[in-house]
């Protein structure tokens, strides 16, 4: 699904990535894990699109997409759910849902001013998929509410809503869990499992190495921009390099 | 009594004007954050294109057509510029659309000099209420109203509708979902030219344009569209025929001169009772 090779990309002269390469498998969920600064979220914004990295490839689905931009890699599949509420304000939930569904529609303002039947088709399929979309993270009793209203985890769940939205291929979850109670947390996990057994791709990054360790088919660690460690969770855990690095103390017994 | 009616129903028509390069300025504003300052050099384009049209001998509807597509040029030439460079701030780009409009009047005096011109509308006038009507001032309302809903219709029920103000709402999540969001702002800039070409050939029969009736005219339509908040092309409209009609009024009443101090006078009114409001203009769309 998605290869990445020899990825780089400094920041001022420090390496916030450095020499990356991760092979994700279709169906896999890759898990990403490693302290604060060790360059997650910039393996993420490399993927994505909104940065450009300075060596490497990235290849999804055997296309060579690092010169894409970031609204193009949309187009090919890759949707992204970011750390923090990058929600559309002033919208309802259910039209910050809708726009996800940008990715996958083919017709234009030509399209929309003539009412053409693929203007039409597109217009009745988004609607459909938003509401399914919305039904599957358990929204739709929320939909019609402005989305700064909604207390931080259901933005973030709505923003999983809006990624649903465009059918991806690949998934990248940012920190989906941080900041939400335990509930929420099983609840999230439940929807990435169901996600994962619908064969969608998933990576995730988690600072909490039990939730994503439950969840991962493997996991990759990376240390001050490198990878660290690369393995099945329960190797990950026994790892010493990675008990070292990433959790600075003996492993608890 | 019949006086008054006159003043209405030529305040209404005029308003609708305003209302349209206003709307424009919504649309502009609500998706890419930039006010467009040269919003009213596309109706100077328009009107004194389909002037030039007119003479060259091409009919009715194709001059104004033509004219209307001139200034829909103007606006995506506007767009380029301002917003084309990636990075460009919703400031900076304000300054770069007040530039365009002063350049544009070197191209304008060059291409049709500094005198103002008029062309012919509808020439007949109806009896309505016993008030004589120029068939022009109904045109103008018809035109008006069906733009305006289907400006709504787009912006508030189809999909690309939420689209383009996703774009302005957040930017970053907007290309994360596969929005091209300076083609989107492209957009804005080319339908912001086509209602401001459209508000110039309405208008160009009612009252004859020269290169510099922009600043009026936008001042005019910001006015319009700053009593709706900036938000919807509808409370532009309400905003224009609000303002259309105060201006006639006071035109024919107390004195013609006074017009755009009436425009100015209800935007600094409904600019300090929306701050009395809000902490800040900004916040609601931050």
Not at chain 2, 24 to 50: C, D, E, F, K, P
Request: proline residues 4%; neutral net charge; glycine residues 12%.
């Amino acid at each position: 699904m998605l290869r990445i090779e020899g990825l780089s990309r400094p920041f001022g002269g420090v390496y916030a990535v450095r020499n990356v390469s991760v092979d994700v498998a279709d169906g896999e969920l890759r898990g990403i894990i490693g302290p604060n600064g060790a360059g997650k979220s910039t393996l993420f914004n490399l993927i994505s699109g909104h940065l450009r990295p300075t060596q490497g490839r990235i290849t999804l689905r055997s296309e060579r997409i690092e010169g894409l931009s970031a609204h193009e890699r949309a187009r090919r599949g890759i949707a992204i759910v970011f750390q923090g509420a990058r929600i559309f304000r002033g919208m309802t939930v259910r039209e910050n849902v809708m726009v996800g569904a940008h990715a996958r529609t083919r017709h234009g303002f030509l399209d929309a001013a003539l009412r053409t039947p693929l203007h039409k088709r597109e217009e009745r399929e988004i609607r459909q998929s938003t509401d399914a979309a919305l039904e599957r993270v358990g929204l739709a009793d929320w939909a019609d509410r402005y989305a700064e209203a909604l207390p931080l985890g259901q933005q973030r769940t709505m923003q999983v809503a809006r990624a649903l939205c465009g059918e991806p291929a690949l998934l990248l979850l940012d920190e989906p869990a941080s900041g939400l109670r335990a509930r929420e947390r099983h609840e999230l996990a439940r929807l990435i499992e169901g996600l994962r057994g619908g064969g969608l791709t998933i990576m995730l990054i988690e600072h909490d190495v039990q939730f994503v360790s439950n969840l991962a088919d493997r996991l990759t660690v990376l240390n001050l921009g490198e990878i660290l460690a690369e393995g099945a969770p329960e190797e990950i855990r026994r790892n010493d390099d990675v008990i070292t690095a990433y959790l600075g103390r003996e492993p608890a017994p | 009594m019949s006086a008054f009616l006159s003043y209405l129903v030529s305040g209404i028509a005029v308003g609708c004007g305003f209302a349209l390069i206003g709307s424009g300025l919504v649309i502009i504003h609500r998706v890419t954050h930039v006010v467009n300052l040269s919003q009213g050099m596309y109706a100077v384009v328009a009107a004194l294109s389909a002037a030039t049209f007119l003479a060259a001998g091409l009919p009715h509807g194709v001059a104004e057509l033509c004219a209307v597509l001139v200034a829909v040029v103007a606006g995506l030439l506007t767009g380029l510029v301002a917003i084309g460079r990636r990075g460009t701030t919703p400031l900076s780009s304000l300054i770069i659309t007040f530039a365009v409009g002063i350049f544009a009047y070197a191209v304008e005096v060059l291409t049709w000099g500094d005198q103002p011109r008029s062309f012919p509308g509808l020439p007949g006038a109806i009896e309505i209420a016993n008030v004589r009507v120029q068939e022009q001032y109904l045109l103008v309302v018809v035109a008006s109203a069906a733009i305006f809903l289907a400006l709504d219709l787009f912006f508030e029920r189809a999909y690309l509708g939420k689209a383009l103000s996703a774009c302005s709402s957040n930017p970053y999540a907007a290309r994360v979902v596969g929005i091209d969001v300076t083609r989107m702002g492209l957009f804005a800039f080319a339908l912001g030219g086509a209602l401001g070409g459209l508000a110039g050939v309405l208008l160009g029969p009612l009252r004859p344009t020269s290169f510099d009736s922009d600043v009026s005219l936008v001042i005019e339509g910001f006015a319009a569209a700053i009593l709706g908040g900036l938000t919807r092309p509808i409370l532009a409209l309400m905003g224009g025929l609000l303002l259309g009609v105060a201006e006639a009024m006071v035109a024919g009443y107390v004195n013609g001169s006074y017009q755009t101090d009436v425009a100015l006078v209800l935007m600094l009114a409904v600019m300090i009772g929306q701050t009395a409001r809000r902490p800040s203009l900004d916040a609601e769309g931050q």
